[in-house]
């Protein structure tokens, strides 16, 4: 049995294998949208969930994933394993907001971050539109009337972001939820 992960150590960990600036800011992103997530789903998890955000994309500059998508996710859980931290269910969180590595979602926790992912990014693209690029501009009404702008932020996969429906959080409730976990740290993330 592996020792709990805190958050001092998961950012030590992060920090040791991710070196881009934006993934880091990508990364405690999607952990704010998990921690406002968990307020509502897991009160007594809020850090495990932040901290299966802030390491969901732990691999992103070491695995191969630009030639073979499949290696996002288990690459993340052996560095897990190798920094000591043999957790199950976070390297399946991590490894679900992946779908093509074979890891489907299926629990609460795993819907919660294929969902969150996307939608940091595109709550980041919609504060881009305005003048002053802060997310402090970023209105609900706006989250919600790009979403349906296909070519906007076409990237953010939007089926992925739908999956928090499957936690019982309603798409307008995650907008408010995104937003405002965002905001949180809107500094930290130069927005």
Same mark, same amino acid.
């Given at each position: 049995?592996?020792?709990?992960?805190?958050?001092?150590?998961?950012?030590?960990?992060?920090?040791?294998?991710?070196?881009?600036?934006?993934?880091?800011?990508?990364?405690?992103?999607?952990?704010?949208?998990?921690?406002?997530?968990?307020?509502?789903?897991?009160?007594?998890?809020?850090?495990?969930?932040?901290?299966?955000?802030?390491?969901?994309?732990?691999?992103?500059?070491?695995?191969?994933?630009?030639?073979?998508?499949?290696?996002?996710?288990?690459?993340?859980?052996?560095?897990?394993?190798?920094?000591?931290?043999?957790?199950?269910?976070? *390297?399946? !969180?991590?490894?679900?907001?992946?779908?093509?590595?074979? &890891?489907?979602?299926? @629990?609460?926790? #795993?819907?919660?971050? +294929?969902?969150?992912?996307?939608?940091?990014?595109?709550?980041?693209?919609?504060?881009?539109?305005?003048?002053?690029?802060?997310?402090?501009?970023?209105?609900?009404?706006?989250?919600?009337?790009?979403?349906?702008?296909?070519?906007?932020? *076409?990237? !953010?996969?939007?089926?992925?972001?739908?999956?928090?429906? &499957?936690?019982?959080? @309603?798409?307008? #409730?995650?907008?408010? +939820?995104?937003?405002?976990?965002?905001?949180?740290?809107?500094?930290?993330?130069?927005?």
């Amino acid at each position: 049995m592996s020792e709990v992960l805190t958050r001092d150590k998961a950012w030590e960990i992060l920090n040791k294998h991710v070196k881009g600036e934006n993934y880091i800011t990508h990364s405690m992103a999607v952990e704010a949208i998990m921690k406002g997530l968990a307020k509502r789903l897991a009160p007594d998890e809020v850090e495990y969930w932040g901290i299966c955000g802030l390491l969901h994309d732990l691999d992103e500059e070491t695995c191969p994933w630009r030639e073979d998508l499949s290696t996002h996710g288990p690459t993340s859980k052996k560095i897990l394993i190798d920094e000591g931290y043999d957790d199950e269910r976070m *390297a399946n !969180a991590i490894m679900a907001h992946n779908p093509t590595c074979g &890891k489907n979602p299926e @629990t609460t926790l #795993e819907y919660a971050l +294929i969902a969150a992912d996307p939608m940091s990014g595109f709550v980041k693209a919609v504060a881009q539109i305005y003048p002053d690029k802060k997310l402090a501009s970023v209105k609900h009404k706006s989250v919600a009337k790009r979403y349906n702008e296909s070519r906007f932020a *076409a990237g !953010a996969n939007r089926q992925f972001m739908m999956e928090i429906e &499957k936690t019982g959080i @309603t798409w307008d #409730e995650f907008i408010d +939820i995104a937003i405002e976990s965002m905001l949180e740290i809107a500094e930290e993330i130069g927005l």
